[in-house]
């Protein structure tokens, strides 16, 4: 049998070392990674290992009619790999964003764009762009969860890490004020303790947040969102500043339109207050003025292909219904369950998808022969990858993952 995975993040290598362990013939698995780099969001020393059961690894491969691909990247529809394997595993990730849908959103910038800006991420050319403005910004808004860490701590701390150098450069100088904006109240903040601390262990940024928006504690809250709270409360001062940067928190405040006048924002937000334990809308409204929006409201699934446009996940299997009978199509992760639940969840849907998997083997469903794949060109094999993963992280510090990944054009790109 014949396996294309589509991914190569955690819930790829799940799914492979329980089919390899279980399987009864042996299979013939590919996998294809848009990144010339495997593991998706979180790499595992045995991933490594369960790599060295695949017969091919294409990195630097999109699959999908439905992506654009970038001009380094090579770009297989999923119709060619059905001619050419009898089942295919999705397992490529939730990698879109939730988008606000308000007037001038086409201002904000994703907080997964941002991230991969500076990880270095292959993405589109607006980026360099971007990398190239961050320098004037003076002034960032991020609606929901926190990156704001990244963009207030010293260059000094961030140069020993492998963040993109041209973005640290433009960064080191610029941004001096950083506003988070929360749609919740403060006992809803989504961070922990250890991340506030880090944000007040920052030097010369003071926290500010307005304590007269605060109303009493509600009866039930947990001993760590408590003690969240009580951190936040007590690094926040609402005094003029008297550090270099400011982090400010606006919580109860939802985005309503953004205007574009020159390059400065202007953000309207309406304002929100605590009804018995009831956010309701105060008819108050607030105009932000800012160089940079940033959205950070969580990942969204992303449909990669026409073939399965229309076609229904079955739970809790992660099988897909599609029109065509030769092939079949599994999914895992969060290509099958959406954006939510850590390593330990994702590794058990992907132990069920392949025990899908190996039950439709056993019925003999699979065992159709097809042909060999088309030669592909431009790729990372599963060796060079793994070199180039290393020296990541020996280097790391040293070199940023752009200089790292251009010494995969002396290896076999
Ligand atoms: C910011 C953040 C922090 C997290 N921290 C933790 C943590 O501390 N502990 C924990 O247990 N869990 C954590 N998680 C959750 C964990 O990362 C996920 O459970 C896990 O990564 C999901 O695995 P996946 O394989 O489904 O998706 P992913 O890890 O996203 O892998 C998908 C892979 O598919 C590739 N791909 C996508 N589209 C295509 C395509 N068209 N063609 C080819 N390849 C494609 C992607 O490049 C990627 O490599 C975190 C998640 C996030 C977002």
Redesign the pocket.
């Known amino acids: 049998m014949r396996l294309a995975v ?7 290598f799940y799914c492979i070392q329980r089919l390899i362990k279980k399987a009864k013939f042996p299979i013939h698995i590919d996998m ?4 010339p780099l ?5 790499c595992m020393s045995k991933f490594i290992e369960i790599g060295k059961s695949l017969k091919n690894f294409y990195g630097n ?4 009619d439905l ?1 654009k691909p970038l001009s380094h990247q090579t770009h297989i529809p999923l119709k060619r790999l059905c001619e050419r394997y009898n089942s295919i595993l999705l ?5 879109g964003a939730n988008k606000l849908h308000i007037h001038g959103s086409e201002h904000i910038v994703t907080s997964v764009d941002f991230v991969a800006l500076y990880n270095t991420e292959p993405n589109d050319k607006n980026n360099v762009e971007l990398i190239q403005k961050i320098s004037k910004i003076k002034h960032v808004t991020i609606i929901g969860n926190d990156i704001a860490r990244m963009l207030l701590k010293p260059k000094s701390e961030l140069e020993n890490t492998d963040i993109n150098k041209g973005f640290l450069e433009n960064l080191s100088n610029s941004i001096n004020t950083v506003l988070i904006i929360g749609r919740k109240s403060i006992y809803d903040v989504q961070f922990t303790a250890k991340e506030i601390r880090e944000i007040t262990n920052i030097n010369d940024v003071q926290i500010k947040l307005n304590k007269r928006e605060i109303y009493p504690e509600p009866s039930v809250l947990s001993k760590s969102k408590k003690r969240v709270v009580d951190l936040l409360l007590s690094s926040a001062s609402d005094a003029s500043n008297i550090k270099k940067k400011t982090l400010e928190f606006k919580f109860m405040r939802v985005p309503k339109c953004v205007h574009k006048m020159n390059e400065h924002l202007t953000m309207s937000v309406g304002k929100y207050r605590n009804q018995n334990d009831i956010l309701v809308p105060s008819g108050e409204h607030e105009h932000i003025e800012t160089d940079l929006i940033i959205s950070s409201i969580g ?1 969204a699934q992303e449909n ?1 292909d026409t073939l399965i446009e229309n076609s229904k996940i079955t739970h809790p299997t992660g099988k897909l219904l599609t029109n065509d009978s030769h092939c079949m199509l599994y999914s ?4 099958k369950r959406g954006p939510s ?6 590794m058990m849907d992907a132990n069920i998808t392949a025990d899908a998997i190996l039950e439709d083997m056993d019925k003999q469903l699979d065992h159709e022969s097809k042909h060999d794949m088309l030669p592909i060109n431009n790729y990372v094999n599963w060796e060079s990858a793994i070199r180039i993963h290393r020296k990541e992280i020996e280097n790391g510090a040293k070199y940023s993952r752009s200089e790292i990944l251009s010494l995969a054009n002396t290896i076999n790109i």
């Open positions: 589509v991914g190569s993040g955690p819930a790829a294809f990674e848009r990144h495997p593991f998706g969001l979180a491969v999109l699959i999908g992506r397992a490529s990730g939730a990698t990942y990669i895992a992760g969060w290509a639940g850590v390593l330990a969840s994702t």
